[in-house]
């Protein structure tokens, strides 16, 4: 394993702060490196291929290129191995401090604070530095318990070797990785100087970076990767304001734009009917039972949405525009924040007229083909109200949407402890909407509080001969 040179190729992006043209220097100078590390290394390898057997090379390595250097010289490979040695660990010592400090600076594990200090003009990493070397002490003095392997070389520092090789291999599966999602995803951002850079180099690398680590050791890889993905649960969990942004989102942004384009291409047939929920409520802080039911008739299938109408007086057009993204905000802390209800989005509307604004929303409120099918709406307790909710189900009918009518569910809450009882009624008219209704139906019987309860269908008729359809 030719480690010590091959790890310093990342140094440049460690200290990209002390570049004076980072954005030029980083990409030449890896670029370089590792151009002329190929060149080195693949002369050497052919070379001691040649003149020495496997098992030789194997078994004694350090051994063989000593006793065998011409003219007595092995001296001079014995203060080579300890100039790249010293090299790449004065290197890594300047550098891994200051990423240290980084990560400490924006405050993404809170215990690393302390590290983010620095000291002198160039905000030097005195905490950073002064931790790593202990830890850096530490591990010399334990791999030394273990003295030497049968080719001649310390045996804890094999480990130690290997240890750190699954840590660059891993931190350059990451660079990989990053890059590969901002290209695929078609980051806006995401501006490589390289003119030959293309994604699939970057998944190449990933996946390369990825199987040499497991063919170099399957368990301390795997070991590594459950350690790595430990850290990403515990920054996920974390709510913290990062100076970066978040590659995923430019890649789900992607893949989502992608596949709205081949969802509107492709033929809509009755049998992909899915549930998309519009729900409009004046007072969501009070009918937090409508985001409930919603979200069990949608059961992880389709959509839902709720809608905040916000009427202003005459005169309050600009102040009440002005409020939408506040009314947005609340929006999501009621939904998301207190009450857990992740698979609804809020929006809000603001207007001066609820019966214009209704029409015209439920007519713009889609992204291509995905637009409700489903609108849900209180039945109003005033019934000075009563005539304008009609109008609002004729305006859902025209736009061949189905409506959902909630009543009498004045202090209604949730017990996630009580199984529900009874039955679920269906009474059918005889229209054309037997379908969604048993659907919807049929969905809310499957929930876990609900699975107590049996469907009935109910129909009135004055006709005897109809009993029997």
């Given at each position: 394993?030719?480690?010590?040179?091959?790890?310093?190729?990342?140094?440049?992006?460690?200290?990209?702060?002390?570049?004076?043209?980072?954005?030029?220097?980083?990409?030449?100078?890896?670029?370089?490196?590792?151009?002329?590390?190929?060149?080195?290394?693949?002369?050497?390898?052919?070379?001691?291929?040649?003149?020495?057997?496997?098992?030789?090379?194997?078994?004694?390595?350090?051994?063989?290129?000593?006793?065998?250097?011409?003219?007595?010289?092995?001296?001079?490979?014995?203060?080579?191995?300890?100039?790249?040695?010293l090299s790449t660990g004065l290197g890594l010592f300047v550098c891994a401090p200051r990423v240290l400090q980084a990560l400490a600076n924006d405050h993404i594990i809170p215990c690393l604070a302390v590290f983010g200090k620095g000291r002198g003009a160039h905000h030097e990493p005195f905490a950073a530095t002064v931790l790593l070397g202990g830890i850096v002490l530490g591990i010399i003095a334990a791999a030394s318990w273990k003295g030497l392997s049968p080719?001649?070389?310390?045996?804890?520092?094999?480990?130690?070797?290997?240890?750190?090789?699954?840590?660059?291999?891993?931190?350059?599966?990451?660079?990989?990785?990053?890059?590969?999602?901002?290209?695929?995803?078609?980051?806006?951002?995401?501006?490589?100087?390289?003119?030959?850079?293309?994604?699939?180099?970057?998944?190449?690398?990933?996946?390369?970076?990825?199987?040499?680590?497991?063919?170099?050791?399957?368990?301390?890889?795997?070991?590594?990767?459950?350690?790595?993905w430990g850290l990403f649960i515990v920054i996920k969990r974390r709510k913290f304001q990062a100076a970066f942004g978040d590659a995923r989102r430019g890649f789900l942004y992607s893949r989502i734009r992608e596949n709205l384009l081949a969802l509107a291409r492709l033929p809509y047939d009755p049998k992909n009917w899915r549930p998309t929920i519009s729900i409009l409520s004046g007072k969501p802080e009070e009918q937090l039972y409508m985001p409930y039911f919603?979200?069990?008739?949608?059961?992880?299938?389709?959509?839902?949405?709720?809608?905040?109408?916000?009427?202003?007086?005459?005169?309050?057009?600009?102040?009440?525009?002005?409020?939408?993204?506040?009314?947005?905000?609340?929006?999501?802390?009621?939904?998301?924040?207190?009450?857990?209800?992740?698979?609804?989005?809020?929006?809000?509307?603001?207007?001066?007229?609820?019966?214009?604004?209704?029409?015209?929303?439920?007519?713009?409120?889609?992204?291509?083909?995905?637009?409700?099918?489903?609108?849900?709406?209180?039945?109003?307790?005033?019934?000075?109200?009563?005539?304008?909710?009609?109008?609002?189900?004729?305006?859902?009918?025209?736009?061949?949407?189905?409506?959902?009518?909630?009543?009498?569910?004045?202090?209604?809450?949730?017990?996630?402890?009580?199984?529900?009882?009874?039955?679920?009624?269906?009474?059918?008219?005889?229209?054309?909407?037997?379908?969604?209704?048993?659907?919807?139906?049929?969905?809310?019987?499957?929930?876990?509080?609900?699975?107590?309860?049996?469907?009935?269908?109910?129909?009135?008729?004055?006709?005897?001969?109809?009993?029997?359809?």
């Amino acid at each position: 394993m030719f480690f010590p040179a091959l790890t310093g190729i990342m140094a440049g992006v460690n200290m990209s702060g002390d570049l004076k043209n980072p954005s030029k220097s980083i990409p030449k100078g890896i670029l370089y490196t590792i151009l002329a590390g190929f060149v080195l290394y693949a002369l050497e390898i052919l070379i001691c291929g040649g003149a020495f057997k496997r098992e030789v090379l194997i078994n004694e390595p350090y051994k063989v290129l000593v006793n065998s250097a011409p003219w007595n010289s092995g001296f001079l490979l014995t203060i080579g191995v300890a100039a790249a040695t010293l090299s790449t660990g004065l290197g890594l010592f300047v550098c891994a401090p200051r990423v240290l400090q980084a990560l400490a600076n924006d405050h993404i594990i809170p215990c690393l604070a302390v590290f983010g200090k620095g000291r002198g003009a160039h905000h030097e990493p005195f905490a950073a530095t002064v931790l790593l070397g202990g830890i850096v002490l530490g591990i010399i003095a334990a791999a030394s318990w273990k003295g030497l392997s049968p080719s001649g070389m310390s045996a804890g520092m094999n480990q130690v070797a290997e240890i750190a090789s699954m840590c660059f291999l891993l931190t350059y599966t990451m660079v990989n990785l990053a890059a590969f999602v901002e290209s695929y995803g078609k980051n806006p951002s995401f501006r490589p100087r390289f003119k030959f850079f293309h994604w699939s180099v970057a998944l190449y690398g990933f996946l390369a970076c990825l199987a040499v680590s497991f063919y170099i050791n399957f368990w301390s890889a795997g070991i590594a990767l459950l350690v790595v993905w430990g850290l990403f649960i515990v920054i996920k969990r974390r709510k913290f304001q990062a100076a970066f942004g978040d590659a995923r989102r430019g890649f789900l942004y992607s893949r989502i734009r992608e596949n709205l384009l081949a969802l509107a291409r492709l033929p809509y047939d009755p049998k992909n009917w899915r549930p998309t929920i519009s729900i409009l409520s004046g007072k969501p802080e009070e009918q937090l039972y409508m985001p409930y039911f919603a979200s069990i008739l949608e059961a992880d299938r389709g959509i839902v949405s709720l809608v905040k109408f916000v009427e202003y007086g005459p005169g309050e057009s600009a102040q009440g525009l002005s409020e939408h993204q506040e009314e947005v905000r609340k929006l999501y802390d009621l939904l998301w924040t207190q009450n857990g209800l992740y698979n609804v989005f809020p929006e809000a509307v603001v207007c001066s007229d609820y019966d214009r604004s209704l029409q015209v929303f439920l007519q713009a409120h889609l992204i291509g083909p995905l637009k409700p099918n489903i609108v849900m709406m209180n039945y109003p307790e005033n019934p000075m109200r009563v005539e304008q909710n009609i109008r609002h189900l004729h305006t859902i009918q025209a736009l061949n949407m189905s409506a959902l009518m909630m009543m009498n569910f004045g202090g209604y809450t949730v017990n996630p402890d009580r199984m529900i009882r009874g039955t679920i009624d269906v009474w059918w008219r005889g229209t054309p909407n037997l379908s969604v209704m048993l659907i919807l139906a049929n969905i809310l019987r499957s929930d876990p509080l609900w699975l107590g309860t049996e469907l009935r269908i109910l129909r009135v008729t004055r006709k005897e001969e109809d009993i029997s359809s």
